[in-house]
């Protein structure tokens, strides 16, 4: 697993992780579309699960938060993006960024994979923040 940095200010603590099995499809939706980044939505359906995008392809505004950065490597930075609205919802979880069987959104690059990004969250609790 691999815990994003930091990047909402004031804040120490990372709220997402990348699972192994996350990071090993990450690495090769990488190599198969070049640099990705990660929005995650209010919506219903599969617009509920975390959509893996080409760099770019989306468009973040001041209504979405960069909620962490998962380095695969020191040359491949990966962006998780919240929309304002959701992060409000989620504001007290971890996020875990997990893969299971099934298909998603055809909008994410994970679709012709046979599998499918998912969320899988816990409390942050000041004592024991992960747990």
Excluded: K, N
């Excluded at 939706?29 to 770019?56: E, N, R, T, Y």
């Excluded at 938060?65 to 695969?72: K, M, N, P, Q």
Aim: charged fraction near 25%.
């Amino acid at each position: 697993m691999i815990e994003a940095t930091v990047t909402i200010p004031g804040e120490t603590r990372s709220r997402v992780t990348f699972s192994d099995a996350a990071v090993e499809l990450v690495d090769r939706l990488w190599a198969q579309h070049g640099p990705v980044m990660f929005h995650q939505s209010g919506g219903c359906c599969d617009g509920s699960s975390p959509m893996c995008f080409p760099l770019g392809d989306f468009l973040t505004s001041d209504r979405d938060i960069l909620l962490g950065v998962v380095e695969l490597d020191a040359d491949r930075p990966i962006e998780f993006w919240i929309s304002r609205e959701q992060f409000e919802y989620w504001s007290h979880t971890h996020l875990t960024i997990d893969v299971v069987p099934g298909r998603g959104s055809g909008f994410s690059l994970e679709g012709p994979e046979g599998v499918r990004f998912l969320l899988r969250s816990r409390l942050m609790d000041s004592a024991r923040p992960f747990e």
